[in-house]
């Protein structure tokens, strides 16, 4: 790690001040040159662990930037992973308001929920699979904290993966049946208009190599998944932007369709 313990707290203290007031950080990696992936990991851990200090319950994990399309939208080649509050989860058909949230923008993503703990550094897919519960659908509400122009993949992670909310609904399935989840599909609307599509398996050529991927970058950490845990494995489409009034529908086909109406 590059920063010390003093400038990782003053950098928690801004995003925090910026997720209270709406407001933009300006660009950590141009006022900290030096800063690490380490360091970016320690911000993030410092956010999450005032916001369980403060009652707030963890309930997950989400994963960013497992597809090419990804990538290719933010110019970050490599996965990160983020926290995920219970206060940020919204069922099915959820009416959300917009002004909590900052540049605000939706992912297509699968969301599995796990039965079993999962701990690194060996994890595989069919780790995944095994202690899995079950796969739904899933939107994920993105907001970013930081300047968007220019960030790094440190500018990213500190803003916890830019994660803002998380919609769930449609059909979930066992991981292992009649499902095939690379094949996974599905069609984004705004405002009964398509978007975007995609294919799951845009996400690493499986969605669970994500969560394997996750689960063998927390054991750097000291961490691990637990049972109960939601994971968001990663978009499979580019990220759509959204307005106050906008009303979001994913289409999963036989998965079921998820929504949800901004105002």
């Not at 990160?80 to 919204?90: K, L, R």
Request: one cysteine or more; aromatic letters at 6%.
């Amino acid at each position: 790690m590059a920063l010390d313990a003093d400038t990782i707290i003053t950098i928690a203290d801004e995003l925090a001040a910026a997720e209270r007031d709406r407001t933009m950080v300006p660009l950590l990696t141009a006022r900290h040159p030096g800063m690490t992936i380490e360091d970016s990991y320690a911000v993030q851990n410092e956010w999450r662990r005032r916001g369980i200090a403060a009652g707030r319950r963890p309930v997950g994990r989400k994963i960013g930037l497992t597809s090419k399309v990804m990538q290719a939208a933010t110019g970050i080649t490599e996965p990160d992973y983020g926290a995920i509050f219970a206060d940020a989860v919204f069922d099915n058909g959820a009416v959300i308001d917009h002004g909590q949230f900052s540049n605000v923008r939706i992912e297509v993503e699968l969301a599995f929920v796990l039965a079993a703990p999962l701990a690194g550094p060996d994890v595989t897919v069919f780790d995944v699979l095994r202690a899995t519960e079950y796969v739904v659908p899933a939107l994920e509400i993105l907001s970013s904290r930081i300047e968007l122009a220019g960030r790094t993949i440190v500018d990213t992670i500190s803003d916890n993966a830019a994660f803002g909310g998380l919609v769930y609904g449609g059909n979930p399935v066992p991981p292992a049946g009649t499902v095939d989840l690379r094949w996974v599909s599905a069609l984004l609307y705004r405002n009964e208009t398509i978007e975007e599509s995609g294919v799951a398996a845009a996400v690493l050529n499986h969605p669970a190599t994500g969560v394997a991927w996750l689960a063998n970058k927390l054991a750097q950490h000291g961490d691990r998944l637990e049972a109960g845990e939601i994971v968001l494995a990663g978009s499979f489409t580019r990220p759509m932007w959204v307005e106050r009034g906008d009303t979001v529908l994913a289409d999963y086909g036989s998965l079921g369709t998820v929504s949800c109406r901004f105002v």
